[in-house]
């Protein structure tokens, strides 16, 4: 593209670093901010600046945070010996929105992917053992995305902790809640047979 | 959606007042930044600072610039006796993209919507009345969407512009080039019978 301005040039290459935004996105989304008043063009790229500056995790958890530590891990109210191991923050959010967890969590920042050259050293796996380690834990519950990455990391923190004396769960898989039969694909559904449970089980306490 | 940070809250807030950017996507957008290094971040913050602070128009044809009076217009190879009117920036470098017109332009900075409330006072409308009056202008060429708003505002120009020595003419309008009669539209390939042209005409020259 020919731009008739070097620094709309620079805005749009900036914006089209961003994922899933493209040349053409760029530019309608830097033409919309430059049709906004300066004050509140100001304010998202303070804003912006802000956050990535300011940004604090928990030192417990390592979910975002605004304190060293995070609300969940400084509620009395929560269940402490109980950790949800996830992948990043958006999953928190996703598990603390259907209210049916009361644990505490534990934020991997990833998922072990040799393809993307994502090793366990680059997550936060030693401070999960660690916390396993030196606090009062009886269930690690894994909530990882289904996936082939999903699955690999599973299978490093089972071994990782499978020595000390904790119950280790996976959330469950399975055909969805109002997912018609016909709908579901093969895999899941071969599986949900493969590893039916009894009736009385399958109702939720 | 319940967010573990109040910056990270204010910052998905930002972004999701962009067109087409809903609460999930300025999410996926706002923890690409917080990947990145602080000093991209704080780059893109001030990128799209400066140039609302510091973008100027073109006096002339009020196109975005870097400059008072923009490259094209102040270029001597162009013929300035031909002005393209366009909508947007976006439409400019449509057009250049081309390389089809050596002529200048006027950039109208929107349409005439009254479903929008934008009458033809919110345009660059006066601005090209004067250029046509007070310069060497022979031909105005309108470049404007083929909608209801670029009708009514190709019917408004017209109006103020008829009583002037000048030729005006829009884009053509038809069935695109590669384009499959059966895949036309029956309003496009209507008007483009009823609007048929000799073959000899047809030709570019």
Known sequence: MNFSSKLLEDAVAEFAK?????????????????????????????????????????????????????????????????????????????????????GIYHVLGGLISPMDGIGPTDLEVDSLVERVKSTEIKEVIFALSATMEGDTTLFYLDKRLKNFDIIISTIARGIAFGGELEYVDEITLGRSIATRVPYSNSLSK
Chains 1, 2 share one sequence.
């Open 18 to 102: 961003l994922p899933g935004v493209g040349q053409k996105t760029a530019l309608r989304l830097v033409l919309h901010l430059l049709n906004q008043d300066k004050g509140d063009v100001e304010k998202f790229s303070a804003t912006i600046s802000k956050l990535r500056n300011e940004i604090q995790f928990c030192q417990v958890c390592l979910n975002i945070s605004d304190h060293t530590v995070c609300e969940i891990c400084a509620s009395p109210k929560r269940d402490h010996s109980m950790i949800c191991v996830v992948e990043d923050t958006r999953d928190v959010m996703a598990i603390e929105n259907t209210s049916q967890y009361n």
